[in-house]
């Protein structure tokens, strides 16, 4: 059995992991607490997956960049060895 708290507005007793009183609707600071704390930490393991997720992308994208930089360079350096040679 879930541990009982009393309220401390109406003195109804109810389950501590609720963060109301279900008979007057008085907030539980701890549970209220407990509550919290829980969606935050939702909300860091999302943010947290997102910040992976973007690092990807533009590692990706640099990738990307570097290679089209490196064709650049050659092509010229090969036009230039073309024209000395010529």
Do not use: H, N, W
Request: aromatic letters at 6%.
């Amino acid at each position: 059995m879930e541990k009982m708290i009393e309220c401390a507005s109406c003195g109804a007793s109810f389950e501590a992991s609720l963060v109301r009183c279900p008979y007057c609707g008085t907030s539980d600071a701890e549970a209220a607490e407990k509550e919290y704390m829980d969606q935050l930490e939702d909300v860091r393991q999302e943010v947290e997956e997102d910040l992976k997720e973007a690092d990807k992308a533009v590692s990706g994208s640099i990738s990307k960049v570097v290679i089209s930089f490196g064709i650049v360079v050659v092509a010229f350096l090969l036009l230039v060895f073309v024209k000395i040679i010529l």
